[in-house]
């Protein structure tokens, strides 16, 4: 299987919004939201006007000419914010695309890109049983906060 990462052109950034809602985390036996539930305010910071801010940043992972996944980073008062110059991170890939290697490597593009335009660090929210957890620890993560749900974690670049 050849994968291709490359940045996401301007025309594809609606596709950030099946990427946003393949992203939400859905716990073992409970059904998956409506779509309806990205048109949430929380989650539109996410997609809503990408690419018009100087910060916005995304990647896809495409195999045979199909966009399987995606990572993107803005600045933004989202559930994983630092600070106003931390970059939050989002990465999603279609569900029979998990488990290949693909996220962490468009999460490593990601990581020298931002290294590249001399971000100090980059942050995001992850579900404390979210399975992601493991390959955010593993890319150099830290735990920066955490409540009830999930943890806030920080990778200094």
């Known amino acids: 299987?050849?994968?291709?990462?490359?940045?996401?052109?301007?025309?594809?950034?609606?596709?950030?919004?099946?990427?946003?809602?393949?992203?939400?985390f859905i716990p073992e036996g409970t059904e998956p939201p409506s779509r309806m539930i990205l048109k949430q305010p929380e989650l539109q910071l996410y997609i809503k006007n990408f690419g018009m801010?100087?910060?916005?940043?995304?990647f896809v992972a495409e195999i045979n000419k199909k966009i399987?996944?995606?990572?993107?980073?803005?600045?933004?008062?989202?559930?994983?914010?630092?600070d106003d110059n931390t970059p939050s991170f989002a990465i999603s890939l279609l569900k029979?695309?998990?488990g290949l290697g693909i996220g962490k490597t468009l999460m490593q593009t990601m990581l020298n890109e931002l290294k590249k335009c001399y971000y100090k660090q980059v942050s995001l929210a992850v579900q404390k049983?979210?399975?992601?957890?493991?390959?955010?620890?593993?890319?150099?993560?830290?735990?920066?906060?955490?409540?009830?749900?999930?943890?806030?974690?920080?990778?200094?670049?």
């Open 53 to 58: 801010e100087k910060d916005d940043k995304a």
């Open 96 to 98: 029979e695309y998990r």
């Open 1 to 24: 299987m050849s994968i291709l990462i490359r940045v996401m052109r301007e025309d594809e950034y609606p596709l950030l919004e099946t990427f946003l809602y393949e992203a939400i």
């Open 129 to 157: 049983e979210n399975f992601a957890l493991q390959l955010y620890k593993n890319l150099g993560f830290e735990i920066f906060d955490e409540n009830e749900e999930e943890y806030i974690m920080i990778l200094h670049l």
């Open 68 to 82: 399987v996944g995606a990572v993107w980073v803005r600045i933004m008062n989202d559930y994983g914010h630092i």
